[in-house]
């Protein structure tokens, strides 16, 4: 196949979306709505809560900490196999666990079966995507983003549907043949050899060249940061609600304005993203200072106007800085190199995301309130944006991104003098 | 006075003797069951059973009526042992306390004694009694007047089993455990019945291997079905056996054998099979097309080749021709 020079920005581009909204939907989306099935295990196994919610902590610590290995295998054999291999794994851990006769085999099968399963699958089809768009990629991530929101509307009633009717097992039997379609998903991602792929090599140099890469070791640090902020609010934002004396109907509804707002945040995001010119990276820091403050603000908001006004906008920000995120890998480290970029900045992030509830919720058994802990995960976000301004290109404002033949002379060490253009900015 | 039936009617010359024994020996048991002196007796008839059940707990309620209410009032008392009852009527009216008749029933039977006092406009009545078996139970109502009945009842039931009503499922060969809890009751024995058609048939516990019953608590109880089969679907119910009746609870059992959603999983998967089948072909399809085209695109380029090759062999040979014309 020939090398394409630069990336599609369209066409099958578009198809590519489709597969990744499908994916984050079918990954994410039945991880959120698992709780459904948390009371169901607990009256089966007659096992306490804590316990098995053990369950979907391995299944999110294998999909995190798996990633640079579905990454790796991505970059030697490209994402279909590797997608449609991770479907199939997934697929066979849910459907091992409708036999499941103790908690343990849950762990074994769901946990760490399917978990694997995920991290072969949803980090390749990001970078995938990543290497199709290069003007609409936010856009474009952004739109994919949006299945995650979708699929924990749509899969919490279905998954409660499917116990009412088949009790566990059949359920579980139903969601194995629902992550199938991660297989077909991952037949859409036609492999696209992009003009800088012989030169980055194979995945072990691009673990190497990158952990010797310095803005990406800066941005991995930096959304490890907002990573340990980011999951306080939506984990503790309910209980914030109950102490303050909220009743559960209205605090419910809020929590699906905020979800709403998050969706719209994160195609508006991805749109500006493509629209503003520069590096994304300045958007990304605008995202997470606002949410940072906005954070901090929310224990002053006593009355009832001001709280959903800041949920509201807690929700839009939040939302908006997830596709920016993952646009700036791209701009960073070259669209050869994504697989492994996206794969290691997954692994480490994810240590921030296991950190951040726990500490959140010590605090808030030391204090009394959750005062002390939205504070300290405002603060994190906003070192996480300080962190961002280190970034290369950063105060440029005549800059545009990154070309990947300009990525390719940086890597190489080398000047060599391309015919088509000339080396704009250096 | 003439209005009201009972003590004051046939038997007035005996009264002031027997009042004042049952005073005497009413005493103790009049104490420790009202601190306020009460101007209420206890009738002779039931002296033996008072000493009798003087360790039983007693119970008192309340009533209160007005000429006006629209609506009978009723007042539901759950028991759960043997106790003795104090009931309570009060009637507010603007009309003459002396002509109001009232009486006491259980479910429509009227009841032999009964005691009131008049204070004011209001009218007390009371009556006092114990329950110790279910036939004492039921409803007791105090009714005033004739023409316009007033009424307030009192509903006497055992506790009742609150459980959930979703039906249980299971697959075959499964086991499953049916839970039947009383809230804040100890029953005195727990039976489990199973449906034969709309009959209630006791479960079987004989057999070890299909059924066990067990319970950690007095207040609840646990029957497990092991080796599910089809036949084993369908309604079960757990009695709760007080001394004073019994309440029971139905529990729907579900059994399904795992084609059922087997045979969708196998659907899904097919459609999956199907899908990846068709965007593989797909692509198959529009590459060979591109193939055929850029083939396409090499013929004609050849082609124009040979055209360019043969327009130059032409030319050459003029050429050369005048060439070897100079060169002469």
Request: charged share 15%; glycine share 8%.
């Amino acid at each position: 196949m020939a090398h394409k020079a630069e990336p599609p920005d369209g066409g099958w581009g578009w198809m590519v979306v489709l597969s990744a909204f499908f994916q984050s939907a079918l990954v994410f989306g039945v991880l959120r709505s698992f709780g459904v099935f948390f009371v169901e295990f607990v009256a089966a196994f007659e096992e306490q809560a804590a316990r098995v919610s053990w369950i979907a902590s391995i299944g999110i610590a294998v999909q995190q900490f798996g990633s640079p290995v579905g990454s790796a295998l991505s970059t030697k054999f490209g994402p279909r196999p590797v997608v449609m291999a991770g479907g199939i794994l997934a697929a066979l851990g849910m459907l091992l666990a409708s036999f499941a006769t103790s908690l343990t085999h849950l762990y074994l099968s769901i946990g760490l079966l399917s978990g694997s399963g995920w991290a072969l699958t949803f980090t390749p089809t990001l970078a995938c995507l990543s290497r199709y768009f290069s003007r609409r990629r936010s856009l474009a991530t952004g739109l994919a983003l949006t299945g995650v929101g979708l699929s924990s509307f749509a899969f919490a009633p279905l998954f409660q549907w499917l116990l009412s009717y088949y009790a566990w097992r059949g359920a579980l039997l139903l969601v194995s043949a629902l992550s199938l379609h991660l297989v077909a998903c991952g037949a859409l991602l036609r492999p696209l050899s992009l003009a800088e792929d012989p030169a980055v090599g194979g995945p072990g140099t691009q673990l190497t060249s990158l952990l010797h890469h310095g803005p990406f070791l800066r941005y991995t640090v930096a959304l490890t940061l907002i990573n340990t902020g980011y999951f306080i609010p939506y984990v503790h934002l309910v209980a914030h609600l109950q102490d303050l004396d909220w009743d559960p109907l209205p605090a419910a509804f809020l929590l699906s304005v905020v979800a709403i707002s998050d969706l719209v945040g994160r195609v508006a995001s991805g749109w500006l993203g493509d629209a503003v010119p520069g590096p994304v990276a300045r958007l990304l820091m605008l995202w997470t200072t606002l949410t940072g403050v906005i954070l901090a603000l929310f224990p002053v908001a006593l009355a009832p106007t001001a709280l959903v006004a800041l949920a509201v906008a807690y929700g839009f920000t939040s939302g908006a800085l997830t596709p920016v995120a993952f646009s700036v890998l791209p701009e960073l480290v070259g669209t050869g190199k994504i697989y492994c970029g996206l794969g290691l900045v997954q692994m480490v992030e994810s240590i921030g995301g296991l950190l951040g509830a726990p500490l959140s919720g010590y605090l808030r058994d030391v204090t009394g309130n959750y005062t002390a802990s939205f504070v300290v995960s405002g603060a994190f976000l906003l070192a996480g944006s300080g962190v961002l301004i280190t970034l290369p290109h950063f105060f440029c404002f005549s800059a545009p991104t990154s070309k990947p033949q300009d990525l390719v002379t940086e890597t190489l060490g080398t000047k060599v003098p391309l015919p088509s253009e000339g080396l704009g900015e250096e | 006075m003439r209005a009201l039936p009972g003590l004051m009617g046939p038997r007035a010359p005996l009264l002031p003797l027997l009042l004042l024994c049952l005073l005497a020996a009413a005493r103790p048991s009049l104490a420790d069951g009202h601190p306020s002196a009460s101007p209420f007796t206890t009738p002779p008839v039931r002296e033996e059973t008072m000493a009798k059940y003087s360790n039983l707990s007693l119970e008192s309620h309340n009533i209160s009526l007005t000429e006006h209410s629209n609506m009978p009032v009723e007042k539901n008392i759950t028991l759960e042992r043997p106790s003795n009852i104090k009931l309570i009527c009060q009637f507010t009216t603007s009309g003459d306390l002396n002509s109001v008749n009232v009486t006491w029933r259980k479910d429509d039977e009227i009841l032999e004694t009964n005691y009131l006092n008049a204070t004011g406009s209001i009218l007390y009545t009371q009556y006092m009694f114990t329950i110790v078996n279910s036939k004492q139970m039921g409803s007791y109502s105090c009714v005033f007047g004739e023409k316009k009945e007033q009424r307030g009842t009192f509903n006497f039931k055992v506790p009742e089993l609150h459980g959930k009503n979703k039906p249980l499922i299971n697959y075959v060969g499964d086991s499953v455990v049916l839970k039947c809890k009383c809230q804040d009751c100890f029953p005195l024995n727990w039976t489990w019945y199973s449906s034969n058609g709309s009959v209630q048939v006791p479960v079987d516990v004989q057999m070890n291997d299909k059924y066990v019953i067990n319970g950690k608590n007095a207040n609840e109880t646990r029957l497990k079905i092991m080796q599910l089969s089809e036949e084993d679907r369908g309604s079960y119910w757990c009695h709760a056996i007080f001394q004073l009746g019994e309440s029971e609870e139905h529990i729907e059992l579900v059994v399904l054998s795992y084609l059922v959603p087997l045979k969708a999983f196998l659907a899904i998967a097919a459609e999956v099979v199907l899908l990846v089948a068709i965007i593989l072909l797909c692509e198959m399809y529009t590459q060979k097309k591109k193939e055929h085209s850029d083939d396409g695109k090499e013929f004609e380029q050849i082609e124009q080749l040979k055209l360019d090759d043969s327009n130059g062999i032409e030319n050459n040979a003029p050429r050369h021709r005048k060439n070897e014309a100079v060169g002469q």
